[in-house]
């Protein structure tokens, strides 16, 4: 029989969604609409200098448009969430569940050396610890 203690002990690394979309942050808002309509991911990974700095949402980049009345061709820097909040492969369980809690998050990107690995999804966390999102 296992220990609880040892069936709580997840990883983040092994429910990471590795389907990743980034995109420079001088895209456009409508290039990056268009690449979320053709494409799984519900968020585009922002880089500068190939360092992931930001993070677009479907529902950031329908709200902020509207709301702001910005133009198509905005750049994408303009729209995305900042600072990035990110995660490490090794993360536990509890603390990404924490961290997508306490800042009322949907997807936390995982990053090992400046380079994006992953996506964990609020949903997925919530099959594998009940309650959390």
Same mark, same amino acid.
């Given at each position: 029989m296992?220990e609880? $203690?040892?069936?709580?002990q997840?990883?983040i690394?092994?429910l990471? =969604?590795?389907?990743?979309?980034?995109?420079d942050?001088?895209v456009s808002?409508h $290039? +990056?609409a268009? #690449?979320? $309509?053709?494409?799984?991911?519900?968020?585009?990974i922002v880089? $500068?200098?190939?360092? %992931?700095?930001? *993070?677009?949402?479907?529902?950031?980049?329908t709200?902020?448009?509207?709301?702001?009345?910005? %133009?198509?061709? !905005? %750049?994408i820097?303009?729209?995305?969430? !900042?600072? #990035?909040?990110?995660i !490490?492969?090794d993360?536990?369980?509890? +603390?990404?569940?924490d961290?997508?809690?306490?800042?009322? *998050?949907?997807?936390?990107p995982? *990053?090992s050396? =400046?380079e994006? *690995?992953?996506? +964990?999804?609020a &949903? =997925?966390?919530?099959? +594998?610890?009940?309650? &959390?999102?």
């Amino acid at each position: 029989m296992k220990e609880p $203690e040892k069936t709580f002990q997840l990883w983040i690394k092994n429910l990471l =969604d590795n389907s990743i979309v980034s995109v420079d942050s001088t895209v456009s808002a409508h $290039e +990056v609409a268009r #690449l979320l $309509e053709n494409s799984d991911s519900g968020a585009v990974i922002v880089l $500068e200098n190939q360092i %992931p700095v930001g *993070i677009v949402t479907n529902r950031d980049l329908t709200l902020k448009i509207i709301a702001h009345s910005y %133009p198509f061709d !905005t %750049p994408i820097r303009r729209i995305m969430s !900042t600072p #990035l909040i990110s995660i !490490t492969p090794d993360t536990e369980m509890s +603390v990404a569940k924490d961290i997508l809690t306490s800042k009322k *998050i949907r997807k936390l990107p995982i *990053i090992s050396n =400046d380079e994006i *690995i992953g996506i +964990v999804v609020a &949903s =997925d966390v919530s099959k +594998v610890i009940p309650n &959390s999102a």
